[in-house]
């Protein structure tokens, strides 16, 4: 195992995360807070309480998740992009790191950025609204593995695209959507029996309603079906980084 | 006699693209412990290709390269440790410092961090001025003395020099041939590709053509200008001549009739054909005006092997 280079690679990638601070931290934090001054401290007092969680509170999670998936994507899927777009990436390419080490080292760093983005979050919501959290440990743990598929969801997308668009594409028209249509701010209950079923075909609903358990132990979906699903994707999101670095696929000439 | 092992063994290498371009064709090459080698070719000939296979950034479709003693593939950890490869293209990171940026090389390549040796290898690059300043904020040059000191931060004993000095001015380039000397007087192998000809004329041990994918020769600097060399004489008559004294046939008359030049193959074997001319002009009574020799350079024989087809080449 070459810990040196993993060391280098976490230490320069949260390097450049600290230089992009403002970018990568504050501004998830300011739109994630205007949703809770506005749904939650304005309009949530208004609506019925859910599965017994007030409404203000039952979006945290969510909400949590809307800004901790979209920055783990765009911000893992940018610092594999970058090198491959400046041609940086040859130094890599001819270091002695195996896959396992580049994963280590890129992956780690932006999963690292993400849970610290989550904790913020999380302080600050409960500055606009009041919850605890019930399964503490369980809670961390699921946003831990959360961070890790997506930034590793955002990995593979930074060695598939050839292009800056199609780095903004993804988390803006398919997580976003996925993430809002996934029970962010409602209860899988509440939709009618077609567009509940429906809802259990995107895999972030399962996310969601996993993480807003172990906050409030509600849960629509049995919570280890949540999580067999999270690790599922983790799987699925490893094996396909695996095949592209074996076949040296769009990295190696 | 026995010869020692290669530092680098290259078998057998083939590259064919995916848009189906066959940049290499077989080539076999080995490379001496502690040689610099200048790798020389048009554009287009191969060079970048042949070392990305040997440093990783090209998947090989054929053939086998073995670095140090390890195959570049199955070991490539032990093989690419030991390589430093600094690149055609000007690619470094942007708002990174130049100590940064040296020191995450060398930890990327497996090294235990060790400042004073980032120190040294800034300092012989005179970059140590600058190691506070960030990257963006350098000129060409001194990015690229940037990437050579990123290539040089884990200690490699075999080192790449894509074209180190396209686009760099005189001084920059005597530096750079000054550094690349001590580096060999450290033992570092140097494989070197340039489109300077001088600068394989002045730098290197062996040279080595390539063309189309494929090695159209590998010769000590020395022999090949030997071999190919060419010296021509040239004297310039006080008066006109009308035409060559009989038997003259191995000497050529300007079309003016004031000058008569030999060429002589090779570097000074057998009975010199100059001093044979200079004795027939004064035996013929000929008054001499002035006299100038060439040599022939690299660069002619690069243009005469490059300008041949490759299979009528020696
Ligand atoms: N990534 C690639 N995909 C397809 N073809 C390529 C690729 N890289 C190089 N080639 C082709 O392979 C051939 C050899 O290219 P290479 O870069 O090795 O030449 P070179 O000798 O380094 O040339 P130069 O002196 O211009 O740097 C060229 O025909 C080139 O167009
Ligand atoms: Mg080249």
Redesign the interface.
């Known amino acids: 195992m ?1 810990l ?2 993993v ?3 976490y230490l ?1 990638e949260l ?2 995360t600290w ?1 992009t601070l403002f970018q990568s931290i504050a501004s998830p934090v300011i739109s994630t807070s205007l949703y809770l001054v506005v749904f939650g401290a304005a309009i949530g007092p208004r609506l019925a309480e859910v599965g017994g969680v007030p409404y203000g509170a039952y979006i945290v999670p969510g909400l949590i998740l809307l800004a901790v998936l979209t920055e783990s994507v765009s911000n893992a899927s940018f610092g594999i992009y970058l090198p491959r777009f ?3 990436i ?9 896959v396992a080490e580049v994963l280590l080292g890129y992956v780690g760093a932006a999963a690292t950025k993400s849970l610290m983005l989550g904790l913020v979050i999380l302080a600050t919501a409960r500055l606009f609204v009041p919850f605890s959290i019930a399964h503490p440990v369980e809670m961390l743990g699921f946003l831990m593995l959360i961070s890790v598929s997506f930034c590793l969801l955002g990995f593979l997308l930074g060695i598939w695209a050839d292009g800056f668009e199609r780095l903004q594409v993804v988390p803006m028209l398919v997580l976003t959507p996925l993430t809002f249509l996934g029970g962010t701010f409602y209860s899988l209950d509440m939709l009618p029996p077609v567009w509940r079923t429906v809802s259990l075909f995107n895999p972030i609903a399962y996310l969601v309603d996993g993480f807003r358990w172990t906050f409030y132990g509600v849960a629509v979906i049995d919570v280890r079906v949540s999580l067999a699903i999270t690790l599922a994707l983790l799987a699925a999101c490893l094996t396909a980084i695996v095949v592209i670095f074996r076949t ?1 696929h769009r990295l ?2 | 006699m026995d010869s020692p092992p290669p530092i680098l063994s290259i078998t057998g290498l083939t590259k064919t693209y995916a848009s189906g371009q066959t940049a290499l064709a077989g080539v076999d090459l080995s490379i001496r412990r502690g040689e610099i080698f200048a790798l020389l070719g048009p554009n287009g000939a191969g060079k970048t290709t042949l070392i990305g296979a040997v440093c990783g950034l090209v998947r090989p479709s054929a053939g086998r390269i073995v670095a140090d003693g390890h195959d570049v593939e199955r070991d490539f950890r032990a093989a690419r440790s030991r390589i430093g490869l600094v690149p055609q293209e000007l690619a470094t990171d942007m708002f990174e410092t130049v100590w940064a940026t040296v020191n995450f090389s060398r930890g990327l390549f497996g090294r235990r961090a060790d400042s004073g040796h980032v120190e040294r290898v800034l300092r012989e690059l005179s970059l140590w001025e600058k190691k506070d300043a960030v990257i963006s904020s350098l000129s060409g040059g001194m990015k690229r003395r940037v990437l050579i000191a990123k290539a040089l931060a884990h200690e490699p004993t075999i080192l790449f020099l894509d074209e180190p000095t396209a686009g760099v001015d005189v001084e920059l380039r005597r530096d750079m041939w000054a550094m690349v000397r001590r580096l060999r007087g450290q033992g570092v192998t140097i494989i070197l590709t340039t489109h300077y000809i001088e600068e394989a004329e002045e730098m290197a041990d062996r040279i080595g053509i390539i063309n189309r994918g494929r090695l159209v020769l590998v010769e000590e600097k020395e022999a090949l200008m030997a071999r190919f060399g060419r010296t021509r004489l040239s004297i310039n008559l006080k008066a006109p001549l009308v035409a060559l004294p009989p038997g003259w046939g191995d000497v050529e008359l300007s079309a003016d009739g004031t000058t008569l030049s030999v060429v002589q193959a090779g570097a000074g074997a057998g009975e010199p054909d100059i001093a044979a001319l200079f004795r027939r002009v004064a035996a013929a009574g000929l008054e001499i005006a002035g006299v100038t020799t060439t040599r022939s350079s690299l660069e002619d024989i690069f243009v005469e092997l490059v300008g041949t087809p490759a299979e009528d080449l020696p």
Not at chain 1, 90 to 98: F, G, R
């Open positions: 070459n040196h280079a060391r280098a690679i320069f390097h450049r230089r400046t041609g940086t040859y130094e890599v390419l001819s270091a002695p790191v195996s040296g190696r000439a």
